[in-house]
């Protein structure tokens, strides 16, 4: 049987006479496979120590310690009453620590907060280290579980930090929501205290061992270091955040031993899970791990999603190299299915009623203006003629110094005292565009091309699923990470999916527009186009076929 078949009938073994408790038994299960402790948080009678109760039957033999804390607890109640034979007859300080917590498998510390200084103290070597000092002695505590419950979180200024960051999976517990499972846990006869564990499906010493080794040897890849890295950058940013950063209650903090303890809890999961590299889906139990106060929950929740998707799996795809050919494509298409009949052609441009423009004038702008019909009268030999300015300031043209004027080499130009100038110049005319239809063996090849885009989009497609086939089809099966957490991971995926449905659907809008195409006006556009201006104006637009 492979360890995840066994890991999920056990979860499944411990669930029952149980309700909506799964996530505390599947968390509470990792987190003791990977040495780590699990802190409760909720009012009484939700089924807080039922969880640890359950919890002892996943171990053969497990021996178990719960106890309720109060401000009146003492060391003795916790970690074993002194031994008299002892202090009397070797003058030794030593603990009989059989049946109390230095020799347990599982532990169960209710109200936690309300202990001592010196049980709390003792605590932080335990947890961590799983060693406790008796006496002159250091012994191996053989503690696989450690559960802590309360319906509060530790009081500020009262020295719990430390044993706070001890407790790496945290937890809030609340009552029964669903009516259904609200009747049968107040009706029916089930026995929730009774170990319904087959013993094969029990972990053993010896296994326990192994696995802990083993979890250790599980590959951390680089994309999830690339999201631990996003989630302490956000956590960063929102340390920082206006009235975050001279308020250290909503500041989260994350130890490097914590994010340690993180990192082989991912590990746990993965090895559960029967694979040998943490994924994606593994990172959802950061959520679990980083919050301080219950109001953080929903920041840290976001967060860690936000990292996950950002670095979310990706198939690498080329995307720019076809989009360059429908470019292509389509100028091709629009160059052969056109077809332009131009009218335009160059002519001088009236200017302030009946005047034409010299260019570089003689005189600069004070004689810049020939009237029209001086123009026209031209011919090869001089005249007389006056030239005119505009003023603008009285908004007329007003006549100006006489030159020997003669009709110039071209339609564009005149010669003044000798010397040649040429006269502003337009665009006037007509530009019509037309589509006409493809030659039916071009539209022949034109149906081939997007046959073999299809084709083309077809292979992405292939890819894809291959891809999702081989490297994620694990991710909705992670028994410790709610299946539809898998979205979020899947993101980049779903993305490129619909990143081909639209190209697909660009290459048929194209077929569709040569095929639809009819010998149908297009655009008429009418020009009065200077040289050294861009004003023009488009009439009659009726767009047809592309």
Known sequence: MQIKERISKLLEALNKGVYERELELRLALLSSIAGESIFLLGPPGVAKSLVARKLKFAYKDASVFEYLMSRFSTPDEIFGPVSIKKLKNDDEYERVVEKYLPTADVVFLDEIWKAGPSIQNALLTVVNEKIFRNGNKEIKVPMKALLSASNELPAKGQGLEALWDRFLVRLVVEGIGEEENFNK?????????????????????DEYKEWDKKIDDVVVPENVFKVIRAIRSYIAD????????????????????????????????????DRNNVDLMDCFL?????????EQ???VDDLVREAIEKYGYTVNLDFKGIREELDEFKVEIKEETKFVKD???????????????ILNSPNGRYDSLI??????????????????????????VRSNNSYDIRKGDSKFTIFIDGSKYSLQQTTQGERRESTRKPHSVVEEKWD???????????RMRDEIKKYSDKELKHLRINIFVNPMLANIVESHIDSTKKEIEKIELEIKEIQNGYKTLKDNKKTAERYELADDERDYYTADKDYGGL
């Open 185 to 205: 846990m107040i009706s029916e006869k089930l026995n929730a205290y009774e170990d319904s564990v087959d013993s094969a499906c029990k972990i053993s010493n």
């Open 238 to 273: 929102h340390n920082t955040k206006d009235g975050n950063e001279d308020n250290v209650e909503n500041q989260i903090y994350v130890s490097d031993r914590r994010w340690r303890k993180i990192v082989r809890l991912m590990r746990a999961s993965a090895f559960l899970n």
């Open 286 to 294: 950061i959520t679990h791990c980083i919050w301080n106060e219950e």
């Open 297 to 299: 929950r929903q920041t």
């Open 343 to 357: 009218t335009r052609a160059q002519v001088l441009k009236n200017v302030h009623g009946d005047y034409y423009e």
């Open 371 to 396: 009237k029209k019909s001086d123009f026209e009268n031209l011919d090869n030999n001089n005249k007389r003629l006056c030239l005119y300015c505009w003023e603008s300031n009285w908004n007329r």
């Open 448 to 458: 081939e091309r997007v046959d073999n885009y299809l084709q083309h989009t077809q």
